[in-house]
Each structure stands twice: as C-alpha cells, then as structure tokens.
C-alpha cells in the first residue's frame, strides 16, 4: 500500500517512491487508471538525486523543455 509520506517528490505526472519493501526508490508516472513505474534506484541519497533528476527531466520533456 502506498502512502503519502512515501512520495519525495511530484512534477506533473510524474512522481518519486520511496519503497523500503523493494529497497530502491522508484520514478513513477501517472496514467488515467494507475501509475506505473519508469525506472529504479538504490535506496540511498545518490538513488534519490538520480530519481529526482529523472522526475524533472521526464517532466520537462513532456512539457517541451529544452534540455541542456
């Protein structure tokens, strides 16, 4: 069961899970009926700023951002 105190972060449709059953965090992606999930990473502060950058860049490409 997911939990709100287990999101570390939201951008758009997009969105970070912190899982300690699976010990990685997880780049989730919202869709009309469930989300689902786009990638893994280790549970640790690298797995979360990768996660997070990965959140953001998704979030950005759908948006039409320019990537640098």
């Not at 069961?1 to 999101?7: C, P, V, Y």
């Not at 300690?20 to 989300?35: E, P």
Request: aromatic share 8%; glycine share 8%; charged share 30%.
């Amino acid at each position: 069961m997911i939990k709100e105190k287990n999101i570390t972060h939201e951008n758009g449709d997009y969105w970070v899970l912190r899982s300690t059953k699976q010990a990685c965090y997880f780049v989730m992606v919202s869709g009309a009926t469930h989300s689902t999930s786009e990638s893994a990473y280790p549970l640790d502060a690298d797995g979360k700023s990768i996660a997070i950058a990965r959140c953001d860049y998704l979030a950005g490409r759908k948006r039409g951002d320019e990537v640098r």
